[in-house]
């Protein structure tokens, strides 16, 4: 195997060697990635390729696990980026054969092109603010964001960034403090492109908060403050298949486990807001 990118492309578990390889697309080496896991691909099987938000990555992990279980000889080839990285991709020709979205706008953009077929309701979210464990800044309370010295956002175009900024300016009269959103975007230090790469800067302890879905507050590595419910933003995950998508049966029965019961439980035990008895 190739070093650097190719070598990303490890098997994701045991228990299937040479099975499912994870590509974790940044911005910047997202086409080189899709490029490695192509050459990766077993040559006599077309494999699934699954385009998905960076925020679904153990929730489809997991799930590619038990689908490969279900359905034998389908290997499948997780890419995750910022849907709005995917979603540029597949409008340049990258081979895709599903397309999962944290926000609508991308999905229903790509649907508008004919790029993406039968868009379904997948999951939700919500936004939560992380500070780290030992919290120095001393945020308690998401009023508190105003008095922070280093905040931590998506960029507008990534999902999460545009929820952030709703959820700011949903605040003004929540918190009942004029100039709320104007405070905390002046203490903003830096915009990232996806949600882990958010999460990070606190992790790193380059951050005092950031905001974050809740599905991204891994207790033990960073610590939760709530978003008040008025403020709240629902982050609402839509899945299609792409438009010529090499394996079309194959990509169907992934839209149709990802929304079974099944499915639904895999995204609940990672913190999706997925309705079991929605799909019985």
Known sequence: MKRGL????????AAHPGSTRVARLGLAACAAGLLAACANASPDREPLRVFAASSLTEAFQEMAAAFEDASPGTEVVLAFAGSQ????????????????????RHMESLARDGLVTGPRLLAEN????????ANPAGIEAFAD????????????????????????????AVVESPGFEEA??????????NVRLVRAKVELGEADAAIVYRTDAVPGRV???????????????????????????????????ASSPEGRRILSRHGFLADVRAAQ
């Open 6 to 13: 190719a070598a990303r492309l490890e098997p994701r578990r």
């Open 85 to 104: 990285v995917l979603r540029l991709q597949i409008e340049q020709g990258a081979h895709a054969d599903i397309f999962a979205s944290a926000d609508p």
């Open 126 to 133: 919500e936004l939560v603010v992380i500070v780290p464990p």
């Open 145 to 172: 964001l105003a008095g922070a010295h280093r905040v931590v956002i998506g960029t507008p175009n990534v999902p999460v960034g545009a929820y952030t900024r709703e959820a700011l300016r949903r605040a003004e």
């Open 184 to 193: 905390v975007m002046g203490r903003v230090v830096s915009e990232e492109s």
């Open 223 to 257: 610590r939760t403050v709530q978003v008040p419910p008025r403020a709240n933003v629902r982050a609402r995950y839509l899945i299609g298949v792409v438009a010529g998508a090499r394996t079309p049966a194959a990509a169907e029965r992934w839209v149709a486990f």
